[in-house]
């Protein structure tokens, strides 16, 4: 948005930032600029014809960004995981070959770009995209968002321009997460440490966010793995492994990987004897029991949480999901669970 004022500011400002004041930037602001169309992953609806699909997804789209205008921390809690269908991209097509209505120029954002990959769900959708991509109208611009720009198809990297936009430091997110949420300075700094510099992040991972939703059940699925790889049965290993065997999307996966994680994160403060630092304090006592039966040691749960970045870095490529999850839980044991004599 920062990026589309600078784009449509009517009156900018000498040093070249928007004014942030004139009609066009405050439209931006509020979300309500007729020119600037905000995509983003969406969960599939269900709908009999590719048309029904398509006006739903756009349905789908007005009702995100209404709750967005509404609330600009708002965070969705989808109960399917969201990807880019090609219904979507058609609408973002057909929205680029309408002329602009406030200003000169029409402004694309694409939030969470790197989900704009070939899946079975929506092969033809990245390459649409990319067709777009190639050859924009004149007077449209594309601005694509990614907190993992390596993980952006190399079709896209290479026809975009990069503006890196840094990671807020941990005290701003805390102070943030204190302010707007009234989160206590404590559980604000911890939240703060697992956010990675990231408000989106950190919002995403409130406790109170999305119970029902996508990310309380990676949490869940996380748990579980968590506890097969600490387990001292083969066989609940191997169960829990099936049970929870990627079945979904590529996405999905990553995204039950980077929970796992901030499993591992609150694991290492609870095996380094800081109970009081987990993000998620309400499972402190899960944690504290995993440590004991296993003998947890900070190092090892070190070289898990580099064990499980490896493992999400290989599912951006084109190694099968399982065997990564099969070989990722033999690590995490050996890493984890101190070898009894
Ligand atoms: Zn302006």
Redesign the pocket.
């Known amino acids: 948005m920062w990026l589309a004022?600078l784009i449509?500011?009517?009156?900018?400002r000498a040093d070249g930032e928007?004014?942030?004041?004139?009609r066009?930037?405050k439209f931006v602001e509020r979300l309500e600029h007729p020119d600037v169309n905000w995509f983003f992953p969406l969960p599939r609806p269900d709908a009999s014809t590719p048309e029904k699909l398509r006006e739903k997804l756009e349905e789908a789209r007005w009702a995100e960004l209404l709750a967005r205008r509404t609330d600009p921390f708002h965070v969705p809690a989808f109960d399917k995981a969201p990807a880019y269908f090609m219904g979507m991209v058609q609408n973002l097509q057909r929205l680029a070959g309408v002329r602009p209505a406030m200003g000169t120029r029409k402004v694309f954002v694409v939030g969470d770009a790197e989900a704009m990959v070939p899946q079975e769900s929506s092969p033809e959708a990245a390459n649409a995209f990319l067709k777009l991509l190639e050859e924009p109208p004149a007077d449209t611009t594309l601005i694509l968002t990614s907190s993992n720009p390596g993980a952006l198809l190399p079709t896209i990297r290479s026809r975009v321009l990069p503006v890196r936009v840094l990671r807020l430091s941990q005290a701003e997110v805390a102070e943030f997460l204190a302010r707007e949420k009234g989160m206590k300075p404590a559980e604000a700094e911890g939240l703060a440490q697992v956010s990675e510099g990231a408000i989106g992040r950190a919002l995403r991972l409130l406790p109170t966010s999305g119970g029902s939703g996508v990310l309380q059940k990676q949490r869940e699925t996380a748990r579980r793995l968590l506890i097969a790889a600490t387990s001292q049965s083969p066989a609940d290993r191997l169960a829990a492994a099936n049970a929870i065997a990627p079945s979904g999307a590529r996405g999905e996966f990553s995204a039950g990987l980077q929970a796992l994680s901030l499993w591992l994160r609150d694991l290492m403060a609870v095996a380094a004897g800081a109970p009081e630092h987990t993000a998620y304090t309400d499972d402190a006592a899960l944690l504290t029991s995993i440590v004991k039966k296993a003998r947890v040691r900070p190092e090892g749960v070190a070289s898990a949480i580099l064990r499980v970045q490896e493992a999400h870095d290989m599912a951006q490529g084109n190694v099968n999901p399982q065997l990564i999850l099969a070989d990722l839980l033999r690590g995490l044991r050996e890493d984890l669970v101190a070898v009894s004599s």
Do not use: F, I, N, V
Not at 8 to 12: A, V
Not at 18 to 22: D, M, N, P, R, S
């Open positions: 004022q449509l500011c009517d009156d900018p928007a004014c942030g004041e004139c066009a930037c």
